[in-house]
C-alpha cells in the first residue's frame, strides 16, 4: 500500500512562493498521490492524513478545483464531505497558512497581527492526531488575526511520553523544546488544548509552562495514564510530581466530558480533586466526542470561543458539582 | 498481490487493527477476552467512520486484503472478520 504511504508536510511543503502558487502545488502534488491509490483504503490514508494538517483556505481550493470532476469521482466526494464540515466556511482577510515547524507539530498562523494581540493554542492531538475532528473545521472557527495554534502530534502514541517527533523523546523535553521554537510569554495569552488521550497532556503542559488556561476535553485520570507508562517502561514520577506542583501563577484548568459517558465521566470527576480545575459537563452528549457533538450540532465555533476566550464564560467559571451541574450549551 | 493468511494470523490481525482504531473501546478486558478467543460484536466496540476507516487500512496494510468501512456493519463480529479475511485469501491463492 505505498501509494497511500506519505507525510502530508512532502505534500505541502511551500517550495512555490505565494500563497496561490502553493495551493495550485499542493492539489497538483494531490492529484498525482491519489492517482497511485488502486483502493478505497489506499484513498482513506490519505485523506485522512491531509484532513489533520489541511488549512480552511486549501479545503476551499481544493473544493473548487474538484467540483468539475465527475460526479462519481472518489476526490470530489471527499473534499465535498469535509467542505460540509466547515463551521462557517468564512473567507477571512488574512487566513491561516502552515508552517511546520517539526513532523510532530505544525503551526497555523497568519500574516496579521502580532503575538501581543492573540492567543497562542497548543493543541494536543489525540490517537488520530487531530482534536476529534479535521484540523481546518477547528481552524475554520478561530480568527486567525486573534489566534496562532500549534497542532502537537503523538506519532508514537504514547499520551506524549516518548515526545514529540523533532522536538524530544520525552515530554518534558519536547516541550522544553517547543519554547525554543515559540515564547508562550510573547503571546497576549496561551492556552493548552487536548482531546482524548491529548487532554492529560494539556493539563500537564499547562503547569508546566505556566499557561493562562488548560483544556482537557474527554481526557483521562492520572492512574490510567500511569499505569499506561509503566508499561511502556517510562516512569510516571516525573508526571506524578508535576500534577502535585502548584506553580504560581497556576493556570486555570477545565476538565470538559461528556455527560453521558461513563469512562469520561468518570475520569474528570477522578482527575477533578488531585488538581485545581473546574468540571465541566456536557449534557445531550453521550459518546466519548465532544468536539464531533458540537460540530454536528453546529455549536463547534461558539463552543471553541467558550474555551479559549480571553474570559472563561460564566457557565464555564462555574465549577460543577454533583449537586448543581451546568449546562454548556 | 495478497497474502496467504491463516485462521491465527487472522486473528492477530484483528488484534492488531483494534488497537490502532478502537484504542478506547478496544480496552484491557476486551483486548483479553479477544485473545481468549471470544468474537467481539463491532457495535459494542463503539467505532465511529474514522474509526472504521483506520480499521480496514490496518488490515489492508497488514495483509493486502481489501475489506471496505461499508462492509464492516454486514459483517458485526470480529468472527465474521476473520472469516472474510481467511476465504478472501484462500480464494487468491486459488487464482494463483
Redesign the interface.
Known sequence: ?SA?AMHPHALFRPHASSASQRLEQALRLYRKRIGRCR????R??VH?ALENYMTPLEVRHFAAALATDPPESPSRNWIAGLNALMPTKRVRPAEFERRGVVNGATLYTAEAGSPKEKTLVLAFGG??HRLMVPTPSVLDCLDPTLFDVILLRDFS?TFFAKGIFGLGDDFFAAIAALRRHVDPGSYRSSIALGS??GGLPAVLAAILLRLKRGVSVGGMDFPYFAGKLDGWGVSAQPYAELLASRPIPFPELLLVYCGGHE?DAGAAVALHPRVPSRLVEIRNCK???VF?TKLRQGRLPSFLSKLLGPQPAPELAATISHVAQEQLG | MERAIRAPRARDVVFEALKTAA??TFDDELRRAFLAGTSLKLAEL?M?S?AK??F??AV??AT?I????SQLSELASTDAIERRLCEAAVSLKAEE
Open positions: 500500500m497511500g483502493t478505497e483504503n489506499q482513506n490514508r485522512i490517537h488520530f502514541r482524548s488521550a469512562i459518546g466519548h466526542g464531533p | 484504542p478506547q463503539d465511529d474514522l476507516m483506520e480496514c487500512i489492508e496494510l493486502g481489501t475489506l471496505l468501512p
